[in-house]
């Protein structure tokens, strides 16, 4: 793992803020030592712990694999990464790397907010109205969230991180590139295959969070090069680039846009020495108005939605009028229970009992999910559950020492472009967009954990 929190491949040489007289950096990832994980931390005896069996090693190297994968395929199939997922959950209760989950959970409250929000999920479900296996389908899709303490747990050798940052960023350029050749050929299994649009493996706001995400992670990896004028720097701010143009001129996903764009404008501000962060965000924020306003797609977009929001009142078969009907109605049964809300499942329960004349009756996208997760955890968990998003999201913002700028600035921008993009979908509730909140903290969590341990064992 190179110091500042890039990996290895995406920078030439290490370059750690805060730490430039250590003489950890004196030394080059080839000639680096690696830290002793088989050892306690000191105590009177000094005692070493026993060396792992080979069955164990094994087993742990399996579970590093998957995880791999899971980061690889997360853009493009859902069935590949659950069966990495699956294989990653053996090799971590195989291998004994459950018996660092409670000390990684001490030490990154992002964890313990992760298996708390699942936790108060998982208790609403007693007092649901909803049928059992509602019920049980919300609780399987939030439990998504315990795959980051796993990853964290997982992933723990520095060569390891190196390739899953690597397989996330291989894995969203791979999206990136079918999506362009989609323009003029139809790829095998595609989305557009089966709806008429251009849209590859998944639907056009998933698309969008993935070109999003790939923006602002080759940006994160671009301010880690030390040599800007390098062709590995020249690559990641052309893959930022092209995966912004991407999102904000041809992806319809208005959510998207609007998230990429104050993502970039939060990055941009926290990258910048102090001193300039304002100028640095104001002269970001004057290029992307720029840019966006020259965007046809992201203007006539914007301006369906202002006709759409018009005549809202007297229509409920628009992508707008049916967002909104959904989210008064949703604050109207949250209402009735603000506290602790109706309970898991409760929400596709209720609507299409009792409130389905107020969002155009069902079915329609807007019974199953509010396109709002604030909304639709305030209706199933209720005040203290959106206590616990919030505290989850800012968490896992917060989830990296400042001291490392980059990683740092990575971690915030990426959870304020998925909070935004929650504005507008139901991230948590959704598979494949979890699944991207899921592969990006867990790596992010699992990067700074590693960096932590490796000072000290050194």
């Not at 030439?12 to 002793?36: E, Q, Y």
């Not at 990853?151 to 899953?164: E, G």
């Not at 959904?326 to 009792?354: C, F, H, Q």
Request: charged share 10%; net charge positive; aromatic share 10%.
């Amino acid at each position: 793992m190179a110091h500042g929190g890039a990996p290895a491949f995406a920078m030439h040489s290490f370059n750690r803020p805060g730490l430039a007289n250590s003489s950890i950096l004196n030394h080059t990832s080839s000639t680096f030592t690696p830290p002793l994980h088989n050892m306690r931390s000191p105590n009177k005896d000094c005692q070493p712990v026993k060396s792992p069996s080979r069955r164990q090693h094994v087993w742990s190297e399996l579970g590093q694999f998957a995880a791999v994968g899971m980061m690889a395929s997360m853009p493009i199939s859902r069935a590949a990464f659950n069966i990495f997922a699956m294989v990653m959950m053996l090799g971590w209760a195989f291998s004994g790397d459950y018996r660092s989950l409670r000390e990684k959970i001490s030490r990154h409250p992002a964890l313990l907010m992760c298996i708390a929000f699942f936790a108060m999920v998982l208790a609403s479900a007693i007092y649901s109205p909803a049928p059992n296996h509602e019920k049980w389908a919300q609780i399987t899709t939030y439990s998504k969230l315990l795959y980051i303490p796993i990853i964290v747990s997982v992933l723990k050798d520095r060569k390891w991180i190196d390739r899953a940052w690597a397989a996330l960023a291989c894995g969203l350029c791979l999206l990136l590139l079918l999506y362009i050749a989609d323009f003029w050929v139809e790829i095998p299994g595609s989305h557009s295959a089966k709806t008429g649009t251009v849209g590859v493996f998944n639907n056009t706001i998933v698309q969008g969070l993935h070109f999003a995400t790939l923006s602002i992670l080759s940006l994160y990896f671009w301010s880690n090069c030390q040599d800007r004028k390098s062709m590995r720097s020249w690559l990641w701010i052309s893959l930022a680039a092209m995966s912004a143009i991407a999102t904000v001129y041809f992806n319809p996903g208005r959510g998207a846009q609007l998230a990429l764009i104050t993502s970039l404008i939060v990055f941009t501000m926290l990258l910048a020495p102090s001193g300039k962060k304002t100028l640095s965000a104001v002269a970001m924020a004057i290029a992307l108005a720029a840019a966006v306003l020259s965007s046809q797609n992201f203007t006539s977009r914007f301006e369906t939605a202002m006709n759409e929001l018009e005549y809202t009142a007297a229509t409920t078969n628009t992508s707008v009028g049916l967002r909104l009907a959904a989210w008064r109605t949703g604050i109207n049964i949250w209402a009735d229970s603000p506290w602790l809300g109706r309970g898991a499942g409760a929400y596709r329960y209720l609507m299409v009992k009792e409130h389905s004349e107020e969002i155009g009756g069902c079915p329609n996208p807007t019974c199953e999910q509010p396109h709002n997760q604030f909304i639709l955890t305030s209706v199933e968990q209720g005040a203290a559950g959106i206590l616990l998003l919030i505290t989850l999201f800012g968490a896992c913002a917060l989830a990296v020492n400042r001291s490392n700028r980059q990683l740092s600035g990575f971690s915030a921008a990426f959870v304020v472009l998925f909070a935004i993009h929650s504005i507008f979908d139901s991230g948590l509730q959704m598979n494949t967009q979890v699944f991207v909140f899921i592969v990006v903290i867990g790596l992010i969590v699992a990067t700074t954990n590693e960096q932590q341990q490796t000072p000290a064992a050194a």
